[in-house]
């Protein structure tokens, strides 16, 4: 069975994308820093449906904490597919962003990838086998109003999927970014309204979470072998 660490698996999306992995034989991570509760209840639903899981809590952001956390889960196993998911909002336009909305949403995005995968990797190329999905946003590919520092974290992203793919190429893993649009969650739904989702989006709707997880769970198959440093849109037809 392979294991994978999904980080921010506690909120919308990343439950999703724990629940749709789960379905697929996958012992699923469901992380989160400050909602462990819900992440344990997330892995507990999984293991009443017949899956595999487990919950854990801990700062992305925090370097000796998260390899503190990942020593002791890669003690237990060898995680194979890790979904770096985990990330902030923290909006207003630059000219009025405090020096800390724009450090901490980066430090999520950016650093917390990094404190979580460079740990992962020399046992996952041990394996010769692996996914690696970066979780992104149309503000990456496109720029958002009010997001300088989200699209920021969101695109550096982007390079790193590109650089990182052609390092672990002949190792046999995969690295992959997903750029969701507007999707259907507690986040989205204060701020789009549905004139405003059909003004925006070509298909005239809001994504649905489940069709993030599909995405996802296609790129850590088998069949997705040959798919590397790629960034795919899941929005609608917005870009």
Known sequence: MKTALITGGSGDIGAAICYKLASQ???VIVHSHRQLVKAQIIAENIKQQGGSAEAIAFD?????ESLAAIETLTAQSTIQIIINNAGIHKDAPLAGMSRESWSSVIDVSLNGFYNVT??????????????????????????NRGQT?????KAALHGVTKSLAQELASRHITVNTVAPGIIESSMT???FDKALIKTLVPMKRAG???EVAALVAFLC?????????????VNGAMA
């Open 149 to 153: 520092n989200y699209a920021a974290a």
């Open 25 to 27: 034989g996958i012992h």
């Open 208 to 210: 649905k979470v489940e």
């Open 118 to 143: 460079q740990p992962l990797l020399m046992p996952m190329i041990r394996t010769r086998w692996g996914r690696i999905i970066n979780m992104s946003s149309i503000a990456g590919v496109m720029g």
């Open 189 to 191: 739904a204060a701020h």
């Open 221 to 233: 198959s088998d069949e997705a072998a040959y798919i590397s440093g790629q960034i795919i849109g």
């Open 60 to 64: 992305v952001t925090d370097a000796e």
